[in-house]
């Protein structure tokens, strides 16, 4: 019954800018840690970031540092990722998440997943 959205992926250039948003369903947000993680091709699945279900907590992989900023609007039932300062090595496969326990990004495992947005960066 829980839907996850992603839109606004797409092609752009490196140095440039996008926002994903991540559209919820069946299940309001707003008691839940949500987050996006990536895949590129021939890649495992990596986490990006996190954010608490309060919005006053995030957590950010090393690669993204500085560069990404997550966020969410609960009454929207919506979360966002930011990407600034874009890198071909940001081309991947991003996905929305919903739930899990976050103690570091080794055992953070979510409930719920997007089926994702494609990301390309282009040099």
């Known amino acids: 019954q829980v839907q996850l959205v992603e839109s606004g992926g797409g092609l752009v250039q490196a140095g440039g800018s996008l926002r994903l948003s991540c559209a919820a369903s069946g299940r309001a947000i707003s008691r839940y840690r949500m987050g996006w993680f990536r895949q590129a091709p021939g890649k495992e699945r990596e986490f990006v970031a996190t954010?608490?279900?309060?919005?006053?907590?995030?957590y950010y992989t090393d690669s993204v540092k500085g560069r990404f900023t997550i966020s969410r609007d609960n009454a929207k039932n919506t979360v966002y990722l930011q990407m600034n300062s874009l890198k071909p090595e940001d081309t991947a496969v991003y996905f929305c998440t919903l739930g899990g326990v976050f103690s570091g990004s080794g055992s953070y495992r979510p409930d719920y997943w997007g089926q994702g947005a494609q990301v390309t960066v282009s040099s």
């Open positions: 954010i608490s279900w309060r919005g006053g907590s995030t």
